[in-house]
C-alpha cells in the first residue's frame, strides 16, 4: 500500500501520463469506477472508465508508454481486463492488480505490482454467527471489499498528497477509514432494518413485479448509481427468468413508464425529486431510500431512510456537477452510499431466498461472454 501510493503521489509529480483502469461489472461500479473518481478529484490524470468503454471506446484514452493502467478482477481471470493489461504491459506501462487470486494470469503481469483483497477472509466464521445464513453469491464479498478498500485507499492518498501524513502513515489512515466506514454502515443498517413495514412493502412490490413480469425501474445518480443501483440491478438480472428491469433516463436502458410497474430511486440529498414528481404523475409506484424527510421521501408510496450528510441547499444534480461539485472524502462523504450498497444487496437476499434462488442458479444468469 505504501508503495502504490508513493507511485502515484511521484507519477502525480512527473505531470506525464495518464491513469487508466480495467475492470468488468460491479468490480467496475464498486471499485474501479470509486478509485477513479477520487483520483480525478485529487488531479491525478486520469481516464475515467464509463460503462461504454467496451463498446465505444474513448478516443482520448489511447494507452501509450508513460501511461498506467490499474486492473480490478477478484478471480484476476476476466478476459478483457487481463487483454488491457497484456497490451499495457507490452506498451511498457506499470501495471497494477487489485485481485483476489495471486496465482492469475492478472496478478503475473503485474509482477510485483498487486494488491491482494481476499474474496472470501473470514467469511465462514462470520457466518457461523447467523442462521438462517446471508446470500452473498458471486463475489458479493469481495466486491463490497473493493469499495470499502478504494474509498480508504482514496483517503490515505489523499492525505498524503495534501501533506497531512508522511506515506509511511498511510496503511494506519487506510485501516482506520475502512473501520469508521464500516462500523457506521452496521450501525446504519441495524436503523434501517428497523422500518420494517416499507422494507416487507418494498420487498413485496419487488416480488409482485418479479411474478407479474412488470418492469422495475431504477434510478440514481453519481455515487449511489455506481454504488448502489447499478450493482443491485445486475442482481436483478442474473435472476432465472430475471426481472424486467430499465434505467430511468439512461439509454439504452430505460424504458417507458407506466401504472402498475415501480420504480427505486436512490438519492441522499433527494435532489432527484423532479424525476420522481414525473413518475408519480404516470400512476408507477414510487419507492425512495434517501438519508432525511425531504421533498422526495414526501413524493414516494415506500420511504426508507438510510443516514447520510443533510446538506445545506438541495440543488440541481446536474448543475452541482458543472459547477465541480465533489463529495468529502471518506469516511464523512460516503457514508449514505456505502450504507445504501449493504442495504440493496440484504434486500437482494431477501428476494432470492423467496424465490428459491441458489448461487449456482446466479451462475447460469451470469454473463458468459466478453
Known amino acids: 500500500m ?31 469506477r470509486t478509485l477513479a473518481s477520487r483520483m480525478v478529484q485529487l488531479n491525478i490524470p486520469t481516464v475515467y472508465p464509463t460503462l461504454e468503454d467496451h463498446i465505444t471506446y474513448n478516443p482520448t484514452a489511447t494507452i501509450t508508454g508513460d501511461d498506467c493502467v490499474i486492473c480490478f478482477s477478484t478471480s484476476g481471470e476476466t478476459a478483457s481486463v487481463v487483454k488491457k493489461a497484456s497490451f499495457a504491459k507490452s506498451m511498457g506501462c506499470d501495471v497494477i492488480a487489485f485481485t483476489a487470486n495471486i496465482d492469475s494470469t492478472l496478478a503475473k503481469i503485474a509482477g510485483k505490482n498487486v494488491i491482494l483483497l481476499p474474496a472470501h477472509s473470514g467469511k465462514d466464521e462470520v457466518l457461523k454467527k447467523y442462521d438462517p445464513k446471508p446470500f452473498t453469491p458471486l463475489g458479493t464479498t469481495s466486491e463490497y471489499t473493493q469499495l470499502i478498500f478504494a474509498e480508504a485507499l482514496a483517503r490515505a ?39 420494517c413495514e416499507e422494507i416487507i412493502s418494498l420487498i413485496s412490490n419487488l416480488l409482485l413485479k418479479y411474478y407479474s ?62 424525476l420522481a414528481e414525473r413518475v408519480i404523475e404516470t400512476g408507477c409506484m414510487l419507492a425512495s431510500v434517501t438519508s432525511y424527510e425531504n421533498k422526495l421521501y414526501e413524493l414516494s408510496h415506500i420511504r426508507i431512510i438510510i443516514p447520510g450528510r443533510k446538506p445545506e441547499t438541495v440543488e440541481d444534480w446536474d448543475i452541482r456537477q ?14 449514505f452510499e456505502i450504507s445504501a450498497a449493504a442495504f440493496f444487496d440484504g434486500i437482494f437476499g431477501g428476494l432470492a431466498s423467496y424465490i428459491g434462488i441458489t448461487e449456482d442458479d446466479m451462475r447460469m444468469g451470469h454473463a458468459n461472454i466478453q
Open 213 to 274: 413480469q412488470q418492469t422495475v425501474h431504477l434510478y440514481a445518480r453519481g455515487k449511489s448509481f455506481d454504488m448502489v443501483i447499478g450493482p443491485f440491478k445486475m442482481r436483478l438480472d442474473q435472476i432465472p427468468h430475471a426481472f424486467v428491469t430499465g434505467i430511468l433516463d439512461f439509454e439504452p436502458l430505460n424504458r417507458p413508464v407506466r401504472k402498475g410497474q415501480i420504480c427505486i430511486m436512490v438519492s441522499g440529498s433527494g435532489a432527484v425529486y423532479p
Open 322 to 335: 458543472w459547477k465541480g461539485f465533489r463529495s468529502e472524502f471518506a469516511p464523512e462523504g460516503i457514508e
Open 2 to 32: 505504501v508503495k502504490f501510493i508513493e507511485f502515484i503521489q511521484a507519477f502525480k509529480e512527473k505531470g506525464k501520463g495518464k491513469i487508466h483502469f480495467a475492470a468488468r461489472g460491479r468490480s467496475l461500479y464498486l471499485g474501479a
Open 157 to 195: 492518498l489523499k492525505d498524503v498528497i495534501e501533506g497531512e501524513v508522511d506515506s509511511s502513515n498511510a496503511p494506519q489512515i487506510l485501516e482506520k477509514t475502512a473501520k469508521r466506514m464500516l462500523n457506521k454502515a452496521k450501525r446504519n443498517m441495524e436503523n434501517s432494518f428497523k422500518q
